[in-house]
């Protein structure tokens, strides 16, 4: 059982940014693809940006340039630095951790509890 929790949400003016941390239960970054979705009110939940357990990395096109993923495996913490933020980024973000290369039907699948963030003046 992997356990994953965020932090960093918050309100933040439009151009500003925020960082969002997941902090996972364990060393699990080189099996784990760890991404972070986005769901807003109305709206199904979404990928914003997954890096793989080989690193690579891939947005969604409505942030690519403006937000990062990366992971520190020292802190089995993940991070999504969001820059350039607009209104239309305002949702409750989740964490997610799936087994990568998994040869099965249907991959070992994990969520965070979710943290919002609204971008408004």
């Known amino acids: 059982q992997v356990q994953l929790v965020e932090s960093g949400g918050g309100l933040v003016q439009p151009g500003g940014s925020l960082r969002l941390s997941c902090a996972a239960s364990?060393?699990?970054?080189?099996?784990?693809?760890m991404g972070w979705y986005r769901q807003a009110p109305g709206k199904q939940r979404e990928l914003v940006a997954r890096?793989?357990?080989?690193?690579?990395?891939n947005y969604a096109d409505s942030v690519k340039g403006r937000f990062t993923i990366s992971r520190d495996y020292a802190k089995n913490t993940v991070y999504l630095q969001m820059n350039s933020l607009k209104p239309e980024d305002t949702a409750v973000y989740y964490c997610?951790?799936?087994?990568?290369?998994?040869?099965?039907?249907?991959?070992?699948?994990?969520w965070g509890q979710g943290t919002q963030v609204t971008v408004s003046l």
């Open positions: 997610n951790a799936e087994r990568d290369n998994y040869r099965g039907y249907s991959p070992p699948s994990y």
């Open positions: 364990g060393s699990i970054f080189s099996i784990f693809a």
């Open positions: 890096i793989r357990s080989s690193g690579v990395t």
